[in-house]
């Protein structure tokens, strides 16, 4: 049985990714946990007038219990799945540290939550509630896009950088994941001139090695920024996922932290799939 955790604002968006997570999981055993982290500039004088005697827990988070307990049951009504079990849960705590505790505590297999693309001045492709869960907490992570309906997944896209090896036990994951609910994988190498011949061979090997009854296909491209090649790949290919290698201040980075906002619109025009290395 998996353990999934949902994050929710209580936001449209949010609440897609939940869609998406349900929809997609439809055929697994599936704990789903609902997360709803307050934030103290969320709270505001007026709920602790109005709480009069109650206790500041029973204040601030009765209210959320309340919105997710009517968001489950929505949520059961319109998927009507007997293999799904939901538990909702409200913290009041930095929003990486909430979700450290909960992936602890019950053995989380995957966090599911939206992003709503580029955000106002900052240009940046996701929000920084996203970008901070990606950095700080060691858990695969999937990322819908704002507005992105549901298709089922076929065709993976897996881009690396010069130090991201597929003889890792992450890439495994990768191949696991693709194995059991898509049917290709794209495999981008992005190097520059004097490493092509060194990591191609190399990902040959590893890719004789361990995909096994998988289409893929496998491409280097030299000397081009990854979010460039990333683009115009998904707007080529029939994309409906893309995974990620993320190691601390790398591809990741780069990718996401130092583009402008013409080269970054395409890049979570599908679904992301984080696996930290």
């Given at each position: 049985?998996?353990?999934?955790?949902?994050?929710?604002?209580?936001?449209?968006?949010?609440?897609?990714?939940?869609?998406?997570?349900?929809?997609?999981?439809?055929?697994?055993?599936?704990?789903?946990?609902?997360?709803?982290?307050?934030?103290?500039?969320?709270?505001?004088?007026?709920?602790?007038?109005?709480?009069?005697?109650?206790?500041?827990?029973?204040?601030?988070?009765?209210?959320?219990?309340?919105?997710?307990?009517?968001?489950?049951?929505?949520?059961?009504?319109?998927?009507?799945?007997?293999?799904?079990?939901?538990?909702?849960?409200?913290?009041?705590?930095?929003?990486?540290?909430?979700i450290?505790?909960?992936v602890?505590?019950?053995?989380?297999?995957?966090?599911?939550?939206?992003?709503?693309?580029?955000?106002?001045?900052?240009?940046?492709?996701?929000?920084?509630?996203?970008?901070?869960?990606?950095?700080?907490?060691?858990?695969?992570?999937?990322?819908?896009?704002e507005?992105?309906?549901?298709?089922?997944?076929?065709a993976?896209?897996?881009?690396?950088?010069?130090?991201?090896?597929?003889?890792?036990?992450t890439?495994?994951?990768?191949?696991?994941?693709?194995?059991?609910?898509?049917?290709k994988?794209?495999i981008l190498?992005?190097?520059?001139?004097?490493?092509?011949?060194?990591?191609?061979?190399?990902?040959?090997?590893?890719?004789?090695?361990?995909?096994?009854?998988?289409?893929?296909?496998?491409?280097?491209?030299?000397?081009?920024?990854?979010?460039?090649?990333?683009?115009?790949?998904?707007?080529?290919?029939?994309?409906?996922?893309?995974?990620?290698?993320?190691?601390?201040?790398?591809?990741?980075?780069r990718?996401?932290?130092?583009?402008?906002?013409?080269?970054?619109?395409?890049?979570?025009?599908?679904?992301?799939?984080?696996?930290?290395?």
């Amino acid at each position: 049985m998996k353990n999934i955790l949902l994050l929710t604002d209580f936001s449209k968006n949010s609440i897609n990714a939940m869609r998406y997570a349900l929809t997609f999981f439809e055929d697994e055993l599936c704990n789903f946990f609902i997360l709803h982290v307050e934030v103290s500039t969320s709270y505001i004088i007026d709920d602790l007038v109005i709480g009069g005697n109650q206790s500041i827990y029973d204040t601030l988070v009765k209210k959320s219990k309340h919105k997710l307990a009517k968001l489950v049951t929505k949520l059961e009504s319109e998927f009507k799945n007997k293999n799904y079990n939901f538990e909702i849960l409200v913290d009041h705590d930095v929003l990486p540290d909430a979700i450290n505790q909960v992936v602890a505590l019950k053995a989380i297999d995957l966090i599911v939550m939206g992003t709503n693309g580029v955000t106002g001045a900052k240009e940046v492709v996701f929000g920084s509630n996203t970008i901070n869960v990606i950095r700080k907490v060691d858990c695969p992570t999937l990322v819908i896009p704002e507005d992105f309906k549901y298709k089922k997944p076929e065709a993976v896209l897996l881009p690396l950088d010069p130090l991201d090896s597929l003889g890792e036990n992450t890439f495994t994951n990768v191949l696991k994941f693709t194995n059991r609910f898509c049917k290709k994988i794209h495999i981008l190498r992005i190097l520059p001139d004097p490493l092509i011949a060194t990591k191609t061979s190399q990902d040959n090997r590893h890719i004789q090695s361990f995909i096994k009854n998988l289409d893929y296909e496998y491409y280097t491209v030299k000397n081009i920024p990854m979010d460039a090649v990333v683009s115009c790949y998904v707007q080529t290919h029939q994309i409906d996922l893309m995974t990620l290698l993320v190691q601390k201040k790398s591809l990741f980075e780069r990718f996401f932290m130092g583009s402008t906002t013409t080269q970054i619109s395409n890049k979570v025009s599908v679904p992301l799939l984080i696996h930290h290395c």
